[in-house]
């Protein structure tokens, strides 16, 4: 059945839509799995990878699957919103990815301004889902400057520890 879908989905939507569906279901595999960690010890003893990983899992669930059928914008999505809604969290996994792998710390990487934006993105309406391309860039500049910060601090903080020549 599957197979079937991805086949219209990649024709009427974007043949990417079938992978992002497959990382958004890793990641709440995912999840499913750490839950039991954070039950027993807390989402402390997470590595930042992991509590990145519960994010976006939660993401998932709160902002890509659970609808307000009160809303008139959210009762109905048509599939190209929807799909530009899934890239937009992901994009935000694979972004938030990098900073974690350049050694941002977790916090504030999930306090960037924008994940409040990600978490309301579902009630933009159908004629106006550019702004969904527009929020995109957003979540990379700002992750892009959270990396940047991170190796200019690094940069300061050689510079300061280097002994100075002849001393």
């Not at 990417?16 to 709440?28: C, T, V």
């Not at 954070?38 to 003893?45: D, H, K, S, T």
């Amino acid at each position: 059945y599957i197979t079937k879908i991805s086949e219209n989905w990649a024709e009427l939507v974007d043949p990417s839509f079938k992978g992002l569906r497959e990382l958004a279901m890793s990641l709440l595999q995912k999840e499913s799995e750490l839950e039991e960690i954070v039950r027993l010890i807390g989402v402390e003893a997470l590595s930042s990878r992991e509590r990145l990983v519960m994010e976006g899992a939660r993401s998932v669930r709160e902002d890509f699957l659970q609808q307000n059928a009160f809303d008139d914008v959210d009762t109905y999505s048509s599939l190209r919103k929807q799909f530009l809604l899934l890239r937009l969290i992901m994009t935000f996994y694979e972004e938030a990815g990098k900073a974690i792998a350049a050694d941002v710390e977790i916090g504030d990487v999930l306090a960037i301004p924008v994940r409040e934006e990600i978490a309301v993105a579902k009630f933009i309406a159908e004629e106006n889902l550019d702004e969904f391309d527009v929020l995109e860039r957003k979540v990379t500049e700002e992750i892009d400057g959270l990396i940047k910060e991170k190796a200019e601090r690094e940069a300061e903080k050689e510079k300061g520890e280097k002994v100075p020549e002849g001393a």
